[in-house]
């Protein structure tokens, strides 16, 4: 060091432990040994042991808030509150199946299905594409009365017709069976 005076480095005088070397003066950051001379460097532990907090916190506040998100139910709407402005978002539906599902088929592979559905307040249409079309056609196809709730997510189109997505053929639940079942 230099003989009991504060070393300056660019007019700024060098704290011991303020990313600089005490012994050498140079820039070292924040690691525990100079990497030049190989001098320890003087480091404040509560400021380390913040630190350590601040990142436990973290990852437990992220974990905290993905399982309160992932156990938690979308709200259950009424059809006719459904607008253009909740484009993306998650709901559930409750209401009968007003016409047969209709399925589209491209190539002989059903590309999608779609059916109409009303709950007394108004009507939407529930469409489910690819993968998720065809875990429902191997499971239950819902036809024309039957009372289905739905796990959906509301297509940011704008129109008279409310869409909505299924994201996975378990979203779909049969509420009420049909007549003779």
């Not at 001379?37 to 380390?48: G, M, P, Q, R, T």
């Not at 079309?133 to 024309?144: E, H, V």
Request: glycine fraction near 12%.
């Amino acid at each position: 060091m230099t003989g009991g005076r504060q070393p300056f480095l660019f007019g700024r005088a060098l704290r011991p432990g303020a990313a600089h070397c005490i012994s050498c003066e140079r820039f070292i950051g924040p690691v525990r040994e100079c990497p030049y001379c190989s001098e320890a460097s003087v480091h404040n532990a509560f400021i380390h042991k913040l630190r350590v907090a601040v990142v436990l916190l973290a990852i437990f506040g992220l974990a905290g808030l993905h399982g309160f998100a992932a156990n938690t139910e979308p709200p259950l709407v009424e059809i006719s509150a459904i607008n253009s402005m909740m484009g993306f978002a998650r709901v559930r539906i409750k209401g009968e199946v007003r016409y047969d599902a209709y399925v589209g088929r491209r190539s002989g592979d059903v590309s999608y299905l779609s059916f109409l559905v009303s709950d007394g307040t108004g009507r939407a249409r529930l469409v489910a594409y690819g993968t998720v079309a065809r875990g429902i056609l191997s499971g239950y196809l819902p036809i024309r009365g039957d009372v289905i709730s739905a796990t959906v997510a509301v297509d940011p189109r704008s129109g008279e017709e409310p869409r909505l997505r299924l994201d996975a053929p378990n979203h779909l639940v049969l509420s009420v069976g049909r007549p003779g079942q």
